[in-house]
């Protein structure tokens, strides 16, 4: 990618990143980079002959919007950068800072561009600075602005509801805006920040490293160019700045490829090189045993730890304890806030943990700490640590409220609570719950509509200030199911509970998007019990572990109420699972066809080396298409796939396919559940 900097700076090539070497070409008339109207690409703003949407809107301290900033210098910078309070990319390679002055108003805008030297990657955040005598107030900021001079172009964007998340849709945009954003106060399960654009320049994938409101918009206009802007939604967003504040956005990903499948790989490279804390980036995951979907709320100790002595006889790694051990908690309805063990239900939480532990099992443990009951003895004592209108009956939803972690207090009260809880039972493990979204914004302390952006920087302080105190603590990010599924999660959650969805066939759609942008690694995939607690449907215990080896496996059940046979099934599906961990860890992987858009498809983990490869082969729904092309492997090298005596080259492998007779896909009038799925081992010559 190339800038041009004139009067103003611009794209002036976009290619592969990882060949990047930023170059400006100075003002050919002057050989100096010029001074003038910034009316586009990097930024754009309102009140100066652009009537697109800017990229910047600002009220100025006499109560005007029109901002006009023309480039003023550049700067290089090696390493990174912090943006204060908010997560960011870590291992920056170059970062280009380009400054904009609004002399009218004496404003400053600072852009910047960071690059990746082992990733095909740039981010972009822009920063604001209030050097008036006056007030200012940012209506609007986008962390990343791409003008491309040609419309017509195809979004896809994610998107859902619970237990139904990022459902992929594709738009084609000849005209007019497309905007794929979040209402709910957090990245929501309605429409994930992740959304890909395809082009005539190509393919262009876009991401926020931030878990609030996020909007992306794309807008293409009567002279057939398109905008895209991504950043904070500024529908519930300002933010007030005193003469001499500065305000940083978030930080913003651009990943451009020639497919899907670029976009992908650059994407899975940069969320596990440069998002994911170092410290868990490389590990793997532990084979987990929960407690949620076998037991519910309805639990004593002695169950717990039968489940749990089960759970390792079949072999589980970590027990995690779910909802329900604290306070009075026997239901929705109360406790949130109080996190003190419900000793006449657990027995002891500290003592089963031992216990737990005593079985060779890590222990772990189900927290929701940013929510409050009015049932609670927290509230009853300090019910200002709730998030509420004054005078109007709150609005609740799964019967809770918002913790106000905008107040310092119940900042320091919530990594108190977490800190004793995982202290008391020295869990390795937390899985931090989320079940709500905003209503009933409100603050005396500040304007209303910073609210939602400084909630963030609450969030972000808890759970940094809590890594930092337990960092052997492996935390999983859960918001029920996949409601907060993004960047800003990933920098402090290495894992997040994918979907509250556990039949198979109707978390394949789910996990097909999720794994578009994220990694395997980042998504927790449980088997559950069948017929389905949720869909009543029934699946083999073959198809569900095929479907969760699409992520980190786990088991959502009561090992307790298994056969014998099914008993030996899971012995041998965490057996495998162990063996092909440290490869799956390892490799990169590819989604196969386009599920469920598709009837086949899947996904092939494949060695760095391309000598190996793990394919998981799905069928949704019955055809006569049965070959599947592969992805990721060598095509100069033969490879035997599964137990076929005879090897055929990666070319052939990649564009004619495999076919895949043993898919054992049956579908009747009565029946049409059913999935079919296959896991094949792939071995080249070099692998022996
Ligand atoms: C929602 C989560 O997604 C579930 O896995 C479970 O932890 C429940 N909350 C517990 O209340």
């Not at 237990?163 to 084609?172: C, D, G, V, Y």
Request: with cysteine.
């Amino acid at each position: 990618m190339n800038f041009s900097i004139g009067h103003e700076v611009s794209l002036v090539y976009i290619g592969k990143a990882r060949n990047l070497e930023a170059s400006f070409y100075k003002d050919k008339k002057n050989q100096e980079f010029s001074k003038g109207i910034n009316n586009g690409n990097l930024i754009s703003s309102y009140g100066i002959g652009d009537y697109r949407l800017p990229s910047i809107l600002i009220k100025n301290g006499d109560g005007s919007y029109c901002s006009s900033f023309s480039f003023h210098s550049y700067k290089e910078m090696e390493g990174d950068y912090e943006i204060k309070g908010l997560p960011s990319s870590h291992g920056k390679g170059k970062t280009l800072v380009f400054s904009f002055i609004d002399n009218d108003n004496e404003i400053k805008a600072e852009v910047f561009v960071s690059s990746f030297s082992d990733c095909s990657c740039f981010s972009s955040s822009v920063k604001i600075t209030n050097n008036s005598g006056e007030k200012i107030t940012i209506e609007r900021l986008s962390s990343l602005q791409i003008d491309f001079p040609f419309g017509e172009d195809e979004v896809y964007s994610f998107d859902g509801c619970w237990a139904k998340e990022r459902m992929k849709h594709k738009t084609l945009l000849k005209g007019g805006r497309l905007e794929v954003d979040s209402f709910t106060g957090s990245s929501s399960a309605f429409h994930n920040p992740a959304v890909v654009i395809k082009n005539k320049a190509g393919y262009f994938g876009i991401n926020l490293i931030y878990s609030g409101e996020h909007k992306t918009s794309i807008e293409t206009d009567g002279y057939m160019r398109t905008r895209v802007q991504t950043g904070i939604n500024d529908f519930m967003f300002s933010f007030d700045l005193l003469p001499g504040e500065s305000f940083h956005s978030p930080e913003a990903c651009l990943f451009q490829g020639e497919s899907v499948d670029e976009i992908s790989s650059s994407s899975h490279e940069f969320i596990k090189k440069h998002i994911l804390p170092p410290f868990w980036a490389g590990k793997p995951a532990p084979i987990v045993f929960n407690s949620w979907e076998g037991v519910y709320f309805d639990f004593d100790g002695p169950l717990l730890l039968k489940m749990a002595r089960k759970a390792k006889e079949l072999g589980g790694e970590l027990f995690v304890v779910d909802d329900g051990w604290f306070g009075k908690r026997d239901n929705e309805f109360s406790s949130l806030g109080d996190w003190t063990d419900y000793e006449k239900k657990t027995g002891g939480i500290g003592k089963l943990a031992d216990e737990i532990r005593g079985l060779g099992l890590k222990f772990g443990i189900w927290m929701e700490p940013e929510m409050i009951s009015q049932e609670s003895s927290i509230y009853v004592s300090h019910p200002e640590y709730a998030l509420v209108i004054p005078g109007k009956k709150p609005i609740k939803q799964r019967n809770q409220l918002y913790m106000d972690l905008t107040r310092k207090e119940v900042r320091d009260y919530v990594v108190f609570s977490v800190g004793n809880v995982l202290d008391a039972t020295k869990a390795s493990y937390l899985k931090w719950d989320y079940n709500r979204n905003f209503t009933d914004i409100f603050s005396a302390s500040f304007p209303n509509r910073e609210y939602l952006f400084r909630y963030m920087l609450g969030f972000y302080e808890v759970v940094s200030r809590i890594q930092k105190e337990h960092p052997l603590v492996l935390m999983e990010g859960c918001a029920s199911g996949g409601a907060r599924f993004d960047l800003g999660i990933l920098c402090y959650f290495p894992q997040i509970w994918t979907s509250d969805n556990t039949d198979p066939r109707a978390r394949i759609p789910i996990d097909m998007s999720t794994l578009l942008f994220y990694p395997s690694q980042t998504t927790c995939n449980h088997i559950a019990c069948s017929p389905n607690n949720n869909s009543h449907l029934t699946s083999s215990l073959e198809d569900r572990f095929n479907t969760a080896l699409l992520g980190n496996l786990g088991y959502e059940l009561n090992p307790c109420l298994l056969t014998e046979k099914e008993e030996r099934e899971v012995k041998k599906q965490t057996a495998l699972y162990k063996k092909l961990r440290p490869f799956l860890l390892e490799a990169d992987s590819y989604l196969l066809g386009d599920l469920p858009f598709t009837p086949l498809g899947g996904e092939i983990y494949v060695s760095k080396d391309q000598a190996e490869a793990l394919a998981i082969f799905i069928q949704m729904r019955k055809t006569r298409e049965k070959r599947l092309r592969l992805k990721g492997l060598n095509p100069k090298l033969n490879y035997k796939i599964g137990n076929r005596p005879k090897p055929v080259s990666g070319e052939e492998i990649m564009t004619k396919g495999i076919p895949i007779r043993e898919l054992k896909y049956k579908v009747s009038k009565e029946n049409t559940d059913k999935i079919g799925t296959l896991r094949v081992l792939i071995k080249s010559e070099l692998s022996d």
